[in-house]
């Protein structure tokens, strides 16, 4: 049971967040950083619901950040196993936002996303077109699977999931775009062995999750990504550039073990 107010909550999850930036990447050399974001406001902060949320301001200060490291900002289909001064940007849920306000932040400097969108939703209040989906295939950007409907995988039965996939995988090859795929929630529980071996067999050989980490391509399991919040701050963007942030994934791994209802929430 959790006695603290949303408000110590908040402050509890920006102390912790902030506590992991300062600390030393505690892994092996190697990997790809693959930074997650979500939605993206202009013109004020994001409302307190919206623990992704971001401002445009903040999005910029991250680019910046990315530019100004060593690191060279690849598109998902220039993975490479053996990579270790590269850098994914990866943009999930498929909102307006995102050629409302990333994509020109993303043009400004010439660099690559890959937006992860769910086409059954695509035209939904507040989601993509498919004209803005053209929009960013116009502009240099690619787009990956979010599923067909944005629902985490265990949710669905077995068959509907296959489902899911054959249509995501139909929608991509009709683009020419890569099979990648990142899972709705992506968070721990949210998918089980028998859901990578569907994506498996339909060719998505990239799959990604929300578990801080670095990415090590192979398509043998999920890969990791590092989500960015509401309260990450440039310091902690900077430190999963440098493959760091371990206690958050630990963090994780310690909540799903204590609170397995806040599972849902990367």
């Not at 190697?30 to 979500?38: K, S």
């Not at 202009?42 to 690191?71: C, M, Y």
């Amino acid at each position: 049971m959790c006695f603290t107010s949303p408000a110590s909550r908040v402050s509890l999850e920006n102390a912790f967040l902030e506590l992991a930036g300062w600390m030393p990447p505690l892994r092996r050399p190697g990997g790809v950083p693959v930074l997650c974001y979500h939605g993206v406001y202009n013109g004020g902060e994001p409302p307190s619901r919206d623990r992704f949320g971001i401002t445009t301001h903040a999005l910029e200060t991250h680019v910046a950040a990315v530019l100004e490291s060593d690191r060279v900002v690849v598109p998902v289909t220039d993975l490479e196993p053996g990579a270790t001064r590269s850098v994914l940007l990866t943009f999930d849920d498929n909102l307006v936002s995102h050629v409302a306000y990333a994509l020109p932040i993303l043009r400004a400097v010439g660099i690559t996303g890959t937006f992860y969108l769910s086409p059954g939703d695509l035209g939904a209040p507040g989601r993509l077109s498919h004209q803005d989906v053209r929009a960013l295939l116009a502009a240099g950007m690619l787009v990956g699977a979010h599923g067909n409907h944005h629902v985490p995988a265990v949710q669905i039965r077995p068959t509907e999931f296959v489902y899911e996939v054959a249509a995501c995988r139909a929608f991509l090859l009709a683009l020419g775009m890569p099979l990648t795929w990142a899972y709705p929630g992506g968070y721990i529980g949210s998918f089980r062995d028998y859901h990578e071996r569907i994506l498996l067999d339909h060719g998505f050989t990239v799959r990604f999750t929300t578990l801080e980490g670095v990415c090590r391509p192979s398509p043998r399991r999920a890969q990791s990504r590092y989500v960015i919040r509401r309260l990450s701050s440039v310091r902690y963007v900077r430190a999963a550039l440098r493959g760091g942030l371990q206690f958050v994934r630990l963090g994780k791994r310690v909540r799903a073990l204590v609170e397995p209802r806040l599972l849902h929430q990367a």
